[in-house]
């Protein structure tokens, strides 16, 4: 069994969790991606035990597939979650999907519901689950408190809590520098991108209209030619629009000689976890992944991400580099291939962005220049 061994920036946020639990009913709390968040969940559900007399937990995952990663990180910390093997245990690890069908026909009610990646925690999906148990203290932990949509967390939650900025944490050497190697504002692929019309329901990018545009053989030969110029035999990560979109880009790569394979939720999870093994293991050079690596994916020597979907989602944005940023043994730095002109919206991923703004009720998010000082609206 491991004991939990936090970094003094963890072991701080806990206390403030801890403090703010003494009048706040739920709290959100944001790290960015690779800082250790399961850990300081986990110390908030052992701390549960001094808390209340007869504790129960529920961890909430917006999917099914994060379940079991969750249960094995208790596991080993000697914590045992419930199971047909465990019934007794009164910690569950449970999809959003599974519990809206199945809350009511749980006999014991939780003292503290912890989300994960509680940037999905939308009010429809969400909000009767929770509102359900109003003596329960909450805990959200998210590394992107932010919707596309612009509206706040105020509903789910009464107070955020922040962590340090991305680029401190890589001043401190906790997460992995990187490089930046950005579409050209006036190449071909940036003015189809900025072409783009049609949203999907949630406001970001339709899909159809970016594979339309994007899933040409000129567009995946640019992508190919980026990464033999500037991360050739390097292990990476490869963001897709779509199924097809994936699986045209691992055939190009592949007829090249590079060693990629085209996953997503739709492949068999047995055949998913033999091929992100190989690639852990350095079998296969590239994965490319539609919406699947964007959280819950540890493999700290990713050495480049390459961004071959455009998204007006800045969530989206900073959990598909974030997958790049953890640090790994005899690792320099991340390279980060945007050919698809997020920069240009964004900014790198070291800006500091002013989360509290996203907090109020009224909505919207704001970014700090560079110098962190005066906020300045982003406009997309």
């Keep these: 069994m491991n004991q939990i061994q936090l970094y ?3 072991l701080d946020m806990v206390q403030r ?4 639990f003494k009048s706040r009913q739920s709290v959100m709390v944001q790290m960015p991606t690779g800082t250790g968040k399961t850990h300081v969940l986990v110390s ?3 701390n549960e035990e001094r808390r209340v007399k007869n504790p129960c937990v529920w961890i909430i995952t917006h999917r099914r597939e994060l379940v079991s990663q969750i249960e094995d990180t208790l596991v080993s ?3 045992e979650p419930y199971s047909e093997a465990n019934k007794d245990s009164k910690i569950r690890v449970l999809s959003i999907q599974w519990l809206t069908r199945h809350y009511q026909e749980i006999e014991t009610s939780p003292s503290l519901i912890v989300i994960d990646e509680a940037h999905h925690t939308l009010a429809k999906t969400y909000a009767e689950v929770i509102n359900a148990y109003p003596k329960a203290k909450k805990l959200g932990v998210t590394a992107t408190p932010c919707r596309l949509n612009r509206n706040g967390f105020t509903d789910l939650f009464d107070e955020l809590l922040c962590s340090y900025t991305i680029a ?3 001043k401190n050497g906790h997460l992995s520098d990187f490089d930046y190697v950005s579409l050209n504002p006036n190449s071909e692929d940036q003015k189809k991108i900025d072409g783009l019309e049609k949203r999907a329901t949630d406001g970001d990018y339709s899909i159809a209209e970016m594979q339309d545009v994007l899933d040409c053989k000129p567009s ?3 992508l190919y030619r980026t990464v033999m110029e500037f991360v050739p035999k390097k292990k990476g990560i490869v963001y897709a629009i779509n199924i097809e979109h994936a699986e045209h880009i691992a055939e190009y790569y592949m007829e090249h000689g590079i060693e990629t394979v085209a996953i997503s939720a739709n492949t068999p999870l047995n055949e998913r976890r033999t091929n992100i093994e190989k690639f852990k ?4 050079q590239i994965l490319v992944n539609v919406d699947l690596f964007g959280e819950g994916f540890d493999c700290p020597d990713v050495e480049f991400v390459q961004l071959a979907r455009p998204t007006l989602s800045l969530a989206k944005y900073l959990q598909m580099v974030g997958r790049g940023l953890r640090v790994a043994k005899d690792k320099e730095c991340c390279t980060i291939l945007d050919n698809v002109g997020l920069y240009r919206l964004f900014g790198l991923p070291t800006a500091e962005w002013n989360w509290e703004a996203m907090f109020p009720r009224y909505g919207g998010w704001q970014r700090r220049d560079r110098r962190g000082k005066r906020p ?3 406009k997309h």
Excluded: C, L, M, W
């Design 77 to 79: 910390f000697g914590i």
């Design 17 to 20: 969790i801890e403090e703010a």
């Design 168 to 170: 401190q944490f890589i």
């Design 281 to 284: 293991d350095g079998q296969i």
């Design 8 to 10: 003094d920036y963890q």
């Design 44 to 46: 908030v559900v052992k």
């Design 376 to 378: 300045v609206a982003e």
């Design 220 to 222: 995946i030969q640019r």
